[in-house]
């Protein structure tokens, strides 16, 4: 899998839009992005996903780069609820599963929304 | 719709002893992965369980084992604790033939 890298630490201020960067420049064309964050002492939250497309969902919205080797994470309207690591992950997903579920968690950006 | 949920929580253990952590997928998951996260670090991938059997392994030694259960729920077992073996440890679920993969609270383990 791509390697990624993430700044360490980002501070944003609470209702503004958080734009978090992810460089995975050796990424293949098989290759998803997979965006998760870690609230303190909690599992990891599903945030977004996305192949080549720009994605949207009710959290966040993923825009991937036309030539895929960077992508950027955006939170629209940050809350201090939002204040968490979060890690850019980049996976084969095979259809047949062999690959598939096994993520590798770099340091991720340590996110500080601020009132 | 239940997520992914283990037991216990928290737990302290003697460094020797042996220990067992439980995971019940999300509904309709078949597939279970286990991480090991020391402090300060990101989740590390222990192995993967799916139809009963580990399918992929990271760089854990023995004492780490796992089993599938025909409901799909899974448990992880470590034998012989050492210090260094403290760190919460993830369960995530998610679809053999799916493309999320979601995690649980995990599991606080404290060997003393």
């Known amino acids: 899998d791509a390697k990624t890298t993430q700044p360490t630490s980002m501070d944003c201020a609470e209702g503004r839009a958080a734009n978090l960067p992810c460089n995975h420049s050796?990424?293949?064309?098989?290759?998803?992005v997979y965006w998760y964050r870690q609230i303190h002492s909690q599992g990891p939250q599903y945030i977004i996903h996305g192949l080549k497309n720009n994605e949207t969902n009710e959290m966040a919205s993923l825009i991937i780069t036309e030539d895929r080797k960077s992508s950027t994470l955006i939170l629209p309207h940050a809350t201090l609820r939002d204040t968490a690591v979060y890690y850019c992950i980049v996976i084969v997903y095979n259809a047949g599963g062999t690959s598939y579920g096994k993520l590798t968690f770099g340091q991720g950006t340590i996110l500080t929304v601020h009132p | 719709d239940a997520g992914v949920t283990q037991s216990p929580t928290h737990l302290i253990k003697t460094r020797g002893q042996q220990v067992t952590l439980r995971c019940s997928p999300k509904s309709g998951h078949d597939t279970v992965s286990w991480y090991q996260q020391a402090l300060g670090q990101g989740p590390q991938f222990i192995f993967q369980?799916?139809?009963?059997?580990?399918?992929q392994r990271g760089n854990f030694p023995d004492r780490f084992s796992g089993h599938q259960f025909p409901n799909y729920s899974s448990e992880l077992n470590v034998n012989a604790l050492l210090l260094g073996d403290s760190a919460l440890y993830l369960c995530?679920?998610?679809?053999?033939?799916?493309?999320?993969?979601?995690f649980g609270e995990g599991s606080w383990l404290t060997v003393v």
């Open positions: 995530a679920s998610s679809l053999e033939q799916g493309n999320t993969i979601y």
């Open positions: 050796t990424i293949s064309g098989n290759e998803y």
């Open positions: 369980y799916y139809e009963e059997e580990e399918r």
